[in-house]
């Protein structure tokens, strides 16, 4: 199944791709304060992948805060936050607040990563992540 997001003036876009059913997703609210700020919900299927299908990639802002070791995307336009990625751009995240569709979804899971080393954040995304496909 294909699901679909995008940030409000529809500069910006994704789609995921995963078997998973919403209501199956395990729905991430991590409590960093950036992701508070935007009451960030995350998931990522690393059995599926996620593609950007950005209709204007100019409005695109890449922001990368403490360890740097993700971009966080946001539209430079309408503000909206729509997904992350590594650094090296092969996995990423949706954040569900994006998805055209409302979804119902599971009772979101508050998450700390703090005091995580940087090696030890590259490899839990590297595992958890959905594989970014450029196709
Ligand atoms: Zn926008």
């Not at 949706?94 to 954040?121: C, F």
Request: proline content about 5%.
């Amino acid at each position: 199944m294909e699901y679909q997001g995008r940030c409000h003036c529809g500069a910006l876009g994704f789609v995921l791709t995963s078997d998973a059913p919403p209501a199956d997703w395990q729905i991430r609210a991590c409590q960093c304060a950036f992701c508070r700020a935007h009451a960030a919900l995350s998931v990522s299927d690393p059995k599926g992948t996620l593609q950007f299908t950005h209709r204007d990639p100019t409005r695109l802002q890449r922001y990368q805060f403490a360890l740097r070791t993700a971009d966080f995307l946001l539209c430079r336009d309408c503000g909206v936050y729509i997904a992350a990625v590594t650094r090296d751009g092969k996995h990423g995240i949706i954040n569900t607040r994006a998805l055209v569709e409302r979804r119902d979804l599971g009772e979101p899971k508050p998450m700390v990563y703090d005091g995580e080393s940087e090696d030890a954040r590259l490899a839990r995304r590297a595992q958890r992540w959905t594989p970014v496909s450029s196709s």
